[in-house]
């Protein structure tokens, strides 16, 4: 009978640092790696990629195919849907909405994609009295507004701007608002952060002046979301919004 071969041990804070490297490099839309390209984009060797592998499958991370390339399995599906279930996005929203509004004086409001449609989901109204009345669950049209731009941004193209979207009188012809795409972990779109008020006190200019602390609050939520910084740290750096 041949005596299996000890597998190499995998210990250590070092060692937990380079298998999430490992799994890190796995990107969306690869199906499989293989061992060169995990090479490539971890920086590590291949004798230690090896190792981590035999540790990852056994655990139910990775998948090794018969062509030699790997893929994650089905325990990375589990937590997935782990985190999701447990992804409470209000408690995530409502503190930076709450924060904007106090910073800014104006409406604030979170809106997701609803079909055709764009759906008001959590909303901080102004304390001026003269202010937009809408509430939780309205629905506009994904027409001009700025809102509705941001629900439209890809993710290279939302994470790239330099100014948030501007809008006046594109559904109410008497207000304004501003907004950013707000993104999660995977880089999917989750909403759009708006700030909204009447278009006589929310000028082009007055948005301009907000943009600082608008982009620190979205930022803030993003990385709140799963976003990674170096995912998200050219936001407001690169690219001027579509007019």
């Known amino acids: 009978m041949v005596k299996a071969r000890p597998r190499p041990a995998v210990n250590g804070v070092a060692s937990a ?3 999430l490297t490992v799994l890190s490099a ?22 230690t990629i090896m190792r981590l592998m035999v540790s990852l499958e056994n655990q139910g991370y990775i998948t090794r195919m018969t062509d030699g390339r790997y893929q994650l399995a089905s325990e990375v599906m589990r937590l997935n849907a782990v985190y999701q279930e447990s ?16 910073q800014t004086g104006e409406t604030v409001s979170f809106y ?3 079909g055709a449609y764009r759906m008001c989901q959590y ?3 102004s304390s001026h009295r003269l202010r937009l009345n ?10 001009e507004a700025a809102g509705a731009q941001a629900l439209r941004a890809p993710f290279h193209v939302g994470i790239a701007l330099e100014k948030p979207y501007y809008s006046r009188g594109a559904t109410d012809p008497h207000a304004s608002s501003i907004a950013l795409p707000i993104y999660g972990g995977q880089q999917e779109l989750m909403g759009a952060l708006v700030i909204s008020g009447p278009a006589s006190r ?3 200019e007055c948005a301009d002046n907000l943009k600082d602390v608008f982009f620190e609050a979205a930022r803030d939520l993003m990385r709140s979301l799963g976003l990674k910084p170096a995912d998200g740290q050219t936001a407001g750096a690169e690219s001027e919004a579509v007019k």
């Open 202 to 204: 929310l000028t082009e």
């Open 123 to 125: 909303r901080v109204n």
């Open 134 to 143: 809408m509430q939780p669950g309205d629905m506009r049209p994904m027409d």
């Open 17 to 19: 640092d380079r298998v």
């Open 26 to 47: 796995f990107r969306i839309g690869d199906s499989a790696l293989s061992l060169v390209e995990l090479v490539a984009r971890t920086g590590l060797i291949k004798s």
């Open 112 to 114: 997701v994609r609803h």
């Open 87 to 102: 992804l409470d996005l209000e408690r995530h929203v409502m503190p930076r909405l709450q924060y904007l509004s106090e």
